[in-house]
């Protein structure tokens, strides 16, 4: 099992940026694909973004596209998400969740492992 703690979220306007992380320990990272996944209150926890064990594949939702980068540092065991243009309709709890294969996969019974989330909220 890997723990994961997601950390950054806060309040920003619309338009602004923030830049999550998340931070692994236990099993071996490296081996592993990450994704960020947001949960908004009254609706599904929805697919944000994933990159593959080494970086070389990674998908985006089409709603974040363009705006969010994700990236991973198999060395400090962490993964981000960079968010710029930030809009209301982001505002939501940002879960960082570890893979069952190397692959991306935007299922969120592809993931085993889950953080306990970040609060992003944004104001218009």
């Known amino acids: 099992q890997v723990r994961l703690e997601e950390s950054g979220g806060r309040l920003v306007q619309a338009g602004g940026s923030l830049r999550l992380s998340c931070a692994a320990s236990?099993?071996?990272?490296?081996?592993?694909?990450m994704g960020w996944f947001r949960q908004a209150p009254g609706k599904e926890r929805e697919f944000v973004a994933a990159?593959?064990?080494?970086?070389?594949?990674?998908h985006y939702a089409d709603s974040v596209k363009g705006r969010f980068t994700i990236s991973r540092d198999n060395a400090k065991m962490a993964v981000y998400l960079q968010m710029n243009g930030l809009q209301p309709e982001d505002t939501a709890v940002y879960y960082c969740a570890r893979g069952r294969t190397g692959s991306t996969d935007q299922d969120t019974e592809a993931y085993a492992d889950w953080g306990q989330g970040t609060q992003v909220t944004v104001s218009s």
């Open positions: 990159i593959s064990y080494y970086g070389g594949f990674i």
């Open positions: 236990g099993r071996t990272f490296k081996n592993y694909a």
